[in-house]
């Protein structure tokens, strides 16, 4: 459940690692202590209406204090392991830790996933020891309150479905016993959206056929999210199992070299002579400059095509837009992303042209089933 860093506040960093807020918070915030008084009450009834709505404010701080312990256990975890950790943040419902790359074992995996619930629990379980010898009034009320705050963020991260902590621990546990990371990553998904379903449901299986309105909203919100990241791990999941044919010496187009100022109309003769179907520009010592770009050869007129230059259709090639060609997968993504551009030079093992790879060729490769 990431979301982008635009609007996001920075708390600090601690062992190292970025901690950011996500304004929601201050949302949930207040409707737990709009929702949290009554139950205060009902526990102390001692109290004042002010108070009441301070320890149920107090309440929302200690639940996000309990997310973060539970984030900060996956990436300290993830640091032992030498997982580099991008950061923390602390959203809307819960927590996310950004880790620099897919564990790359289940193993690891696992392990990672396991430590923010393992310590969400182990602190519950130290509330509930807790709650047994400190006074009942005040006190036990805040030792029952981050008891309660620990033990939900343990039990609903646990829950078996991508994205919380046990869907990822599933995917793990179906990747090592089939040997196939892709098919836990769809069962991992799967159970996701299911559980999605069953958070919808909650409300009135809890309370039968009239359970209240803000039950509802938060259980529908609840339900909103898992089935969007759900959804959305299963489609990288999908994308990740097609990267394999993502092969620059097969998806690359064969080029025919080209000077600068020869007409168009010349130069897309000698592509079909060649029986190429892209143009690379290249200097008088046969060095390649440019890359000429199809959509903008298209949008010249047949009858203007004798008198317009070649090299006015050609982007001039920079840095990052020549690939290698024994470039794949996950690396040829990475290199795309960085420089963004319609056409790439690939160049063969001792630097000569061997062709262009066209962006839109990698696209469809990766959406075809
Ligand atoms: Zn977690």
Redesign the pocket.
Known sequence: MATGRGRQLSLGRIAGIPVYISPTWFLVAALITAWGHDTVLRQLPELSDVEAYGLAFLFAVLLYASVFV??L??ALTALRLGLPVRGVTLHFL????EIERDAPTPGRDLVV?A???AL?LALGGLGLLAYQVVDDGVPGFLVWMLTVANLL?GVF?VLPGLP??GG?MLRAAVWRITGDEHRGTVVAARSGQVLAGLVLLMPFALDGARPDLLTIVWAGLVAALLWSGASQALAVGRMRARLPRLDTRTLARRAAPVAADLPVSEALRQAREANVTSLVIVDSAGRPTGLVKEAAVAAIPEQRRPWVAIGQSARSLQQGMVLALDVTGEALLKAMRDTPASEYLVVDAQGRVYGVLVSSDVDHALAAR
């Open positions: 539970h984030e256990g996956h819960g927590g996310h830790t996933s430590a923010g619930p969400s963020v991260n919380l902590d990822h």
